[in-house]
T-cell receptor, first 117, second 114 residues
């Protein structure tokens, strides 16, 4: 079974600065998907960014980018120009490509990001 | 287009009571999921339905049952609630095919079992 580890329970960043959230995973599969979800105080789960393991290029969505190191099984999220609205819990998630018609996600335990003035 | 909706938003139960959490999606998605979120443990999959007419156990199915009523609706039932089922429950759905089959989540149901 796959596991996802987020070793930073809490992180803090100043507004306009850059922060990197870490995620590692364990799998024996060669192809899979990785995701970062944001959960603000409203508890709504919001997709931030996704990465297909077969793509060497790191995914980017505006101020959010990932550093995907397949050999190291590492998938970190970089938030540039941090804003107060970025304060939230961030979850890393793994999805096997071999789940047939289902798309079950395995989540990490989350990193709480605080953004200070 | 409401996406994924869940009812109720919040519920208090006494130990032994039963209840059904409702979930509906209007995105014509094939697959639907129920997760629970506990402090320090991330989200864990309870049950899922890959397509209408099918349901399967996830990581933590004990104490729960599900019904895929139709393509839109997927309910989660607690037959005899226990304090260990105090949690926040999320429903999610995903289309078949499509880029990375992204899961879309509902707003969650907070359940307190006394």
């Amino acid at each position: 079974a796959q596991t996802v580890t987020q070793s930073q329970p809490e992180m803090s960043v100043q507004e306009a600065e850059t922060v990197t959230l870490s995620c590692t995973y364990d799998t024996s599969e060669s192809d899979y998907y990785l995701f970062w979800y944001k959960q603000p105080p409203s508890r709504q789960m919001i997709l931030v960014i996704r990465q297909e393991a077969y793509k060497q290029q790191n995914a980017t969505e505006n101020r959010f980018s990932v550093n995907f190191q397949k050999a190291a099984k590492s998938f970190s999220l970089k938030i540039s120009d941090s804003q107060l609205g970025d304060a939230a819990m961030y979850f890393c998630a793994y999805r096997s490509i071999n789940t047939g018609t289902a798309s079950k996600l395995t989540f990490g335990t989350g990193t709480r990001l605080q953004v200070t003035l | 287009n409401a996406g994924v909706t869940q009812t109720p938003k919040f519920q208090v139960l006494k130990t032994g009571q039963s209840m059904t959490l409702q979930c509906a999606q209007d995105m014509n998605h094939n697959s639907m999921y129920w997760y629970r979120q506990d402090p320090g443990m991330g989200l864990r999959l309870i049950y899922y339905s890959a397509s209408e007419g099918t349901t399967d156990k996830g990581e933590v199915p004990n104490g729960y049952n599900v019904s895929r009523l139709n393509k839109r609706e997927f309910s989660l039932r607690l037959e005899s609630a226990a304090p260990s089922q105090t949690s926040v429950y999320f429903c999610a759905s995903t289309a078949q095919g499509g880029l990375a089959r992204t899961q879309y989540f509902g707003p969650g149901t907070r359940l307190l079992v006394l």
